[in-house]
């Protein structure tokens, strides 16, 4: 089993809907989680972490849950420009990333 | 401010054949992070230095794959000898320190290597 399992989408969405996708972990001693976004050919950037209240920015909202070891992220009122991958980072000893989920947004 | 700063973006070279790359990071970020991205895959953590120590390299493939930090800033990544399966997007990050982790990583543009 993978450390960080991520559904690839890609989600295909128009502009101003809601998207939610969800990241598992294998690891439960894992103490902190990321969200990171990558756009095409370009380097990963901090999206927000993850904290175990769950926590808002805007129009992005995330969730932890430890019992069921996933994290989510929820886009609502989505943007062209909130198409990307978007990569669960999770870390226990180390840091593991998944292998992201294709978002993209059309007009 | 200055990102985080790797040289060269992109290099060919055949299997069997040596390659080094170079990474200088944020100014004051005592940590530093190799990673390997393949196509279609996430980051994999390769080491990571806290200063011109190393915390973790249970990653890195060091039959063929070095790395060094000696002045606890910039840092280069070898390999010697490279396989087809190293093709990849060699990321740099830094932080100012590690947090248990917490501390937001910076990532430079990256190399991207292909193997011949």
């Known amino acids: 089993r993978k450390e960080v399992e991520q559904d690839p989408g890609p989600f295909n969405v128009p502009e101003g809907a809601t998207v939610a996708f969800n990241c598992t972990y294998s690891?439960?001693?894992?103490?902190?989680f990321f969200w990171y976004r990558q756009d095409c050919r370009k380097e990963p950037k901090l999206l927000m972490s993850?904290?175990?209240s769950g926590n808002e920015d805007g129009r992005f909202t995330a969730q932890l849950n430890r019992a069921s070891q996933y994290i989510s992220l929820l886009i609502r009122d989505s943007k062209l420009s909130d198409s990307a991958t978007y990569l669960c980072?999770?870390?226990?000893?180390?840091?593991?990333f998944g292998a992201g989920t294709t978002v993209t947004v059309r007009a | 401010e200055a990102g985080v700063a790797q040289s060269p973006r992109y290099k060919i070279i055949e299997k069997r054949q040596s390659v080094a790359f170079w990474c200088n990071p944020i100014?004051?970020?005592?940590?530093l992070y190799w990673y390997q991205q393949i196509l279609g895959q996430g980051p994999k953590l390769l080491i990571q230095?806290?200063?011109?120590?190393?915390?973790?390299d249970s990653q890195l493939p060091k039959d063929r794959f070095s790395a060094e930090r000696l002045k606890g800033v910039d840092s280069t990544l070898k390999i010697q000898p490279a396989k087809l399966e190293d093709s990849a997007v060699y990321l740099c990050?830094?932080?100012?320190?590690?947090?248990?982790?917490?501390?937001?990583?910076?990532f430079g543009p990256g190399t991207r290597l292909t193997v011949l």
């Open positions: 990050a830094s932080s100012l320190a590690d947090r248990g982790g917490r501390d937001e990583q910076f």
């Open positions: 690891n439960s001693a894992s103490q902190s």
């Open positions: 993850v904290y175990s």
């Open positions: 980072v999770v870390k226990d000893y180390k840091l593991s």
């Open positions: 100014s004051g970020h005592a940590t």
């Open positions: 230095f806290q200063n011109n120590g190393v915390v973790d």
